[in-house]
């Protein structure tokens, strides 16, 4: 009768501890359908989905892009990069919006430079001649609408800036014994002659350079190719009106 018993109670524990597991899996079953809903935390576009029908849904299943909080991923020329710091002013133009220029804040600086070659850039056939580039995050701060996600845009990063002062292009600045300055085409009497104007330079980009102090005045007609005229430098000249 023991023997009989022992299996009867062995029997009644494997039932309990079989209706146990049914009611966790079941309780498992009830949270798992409780949570077949997917809610992100915020409003967006749906860039990508990686998610299939008929799979497990594990790990990313897509992806939402804030359409509100825009960013620009670029590149920099190496010798570049000391100049440019967080919270520099860029302006932005793509594309799809022609002369439209939207503001944005300089947000991230790599002190990494890039792995590869910047984007447009072919990979050299001598990786040790390629040029370091470094990763440069750009914030969108003003409005967005006409920006479209993914696409390509054009920054110009402000890292100094000069008002109320004359530029003229970095070409037409020549330097003497550390001293800078121009030439001009002078008019006098109806004679023209070609002069030398001492400068004084302030912020530049790749194209223009601010003339902060000097003798150089508003007016002057630049030579924009002073090295072909140095030698006139002093001299009467005749000027060409339909071509100057």
Same mark, same amino acid.
């Given at each position: 009768?023991?023997?009989? &018993?022992?299996?009867?109670?062995? #029997?009644?524990?494997?039932?309990?501890? &079989?209706?146990?597991?049914?009611?966790?899996?079941?309780?498992?079953?009830?949270?798992?359908?409780?949570?077949?809903?997917?809610r992100t935390p915020m409003s967006g576009i749906v860039t990508s989905v990686a998610a299939e029908e008929g799979k497990p849904a594990a790990?990313?299943?897509?992806?939402? &892009?804030? *359409?509100?909080?825009?960013?620009?991923?670029? *590149?920099?020329?190496?010798?570049?990069?000391?100049?440019?710091?967080?919270?520099?002013?860029?302006?932005?133009?793509?594309?799809?919006? !022609?002369?439209?220029?939207?503001? !944005?804040?300089?947000?991230?600086?790599?002190?990494? #430079?890039?792995?590869?070659?910047?984007?447009?850039?072919?990979?050299?056939?001598?990786?040790?001649?390629?040029?370091?580039?470094?990763?440069? *995050?750009?914030?969108?701060?003003?409005?967005?609408?006409?920006?479209?996600?993914? !696409?390509?845009?054009?920054?110009?990063?402000?890292?100094?800036?000069?008002?109320?002062?004359?530029?003229?292009?970095?070409?037409?600045?020549?330097?003497?014994?550390?001293v800078s300055y121009a030439l001009v085409l002078a008019e006098q009497d109806g004679e023209h002659q070609v002069q030398r104007r001492q400068?004084?330079?302030?912020?530049?980009?790749?194209?223009?350079?601010?003339?902060?102090?000097?003798?150089?005045?508003?007016?002057?007609?630049?030579?924009?190719?002073?090295? *072909?005229?140095?030698?006139?430098?002093?001299?009467?000249?005749?000027?060409?009106?339909?071509?100057?």
């Open positions: 009768m023991a023997t009989h &018993a022992s299996a009867v109670d062995q #029997a009644y524990r494997s039932a309990q501890a &079989a209706q146990s597991a049914s009611a966790q899996g079941s309780s498992q079953l009830q949270v798992d359908i409780a949570a077949r809903d997917v790990g990313t299943l897509l992806t939402v &892009a804030d *359409e509100g909080a825009l960013l620009v991923r670029t *590149e920099v020329k190496e010798i570049d990069v000391p100049q440019i710091t967080v919270g520099d002013t860029v302006t932005v133009t793509t594309p799809t919006t !022609g002369d439209r220029e939207y503001r !944005g804040t300089v947000r991230f600086v790599s002190p990494v #430079a890039s792995p590869g070659p910047a984007a447009g850039e072919e990979q050299p056939k001598d990786p040790g001649s390629r040029r370091a580039t470094f990763p440069v *995050e750009i914030e969108i701060t003003g409005p967005v609408d006409g920006l479209r996600i993914g !696409g390509t845009a054009k920054a110009r990063i402000i890292t100094d800036r000069e008002t109320g002062v004359l530029a003229v292009t970095r070409d037409a600045v020549l330097g003497d014994n550390g400068v004084r330079l302030g912020a530049a980009n790749d194209i223009d350079v601010a003339v902060v102090d000097g003798e150089l005045a508003d007016g002057d007609r630049v030579i924009t190719q002073p090295s *072909e005229f140095q030698e006139f430098e002093g001299q009467d000249v005749a000027v060409d009106d339909a071509r100057d």
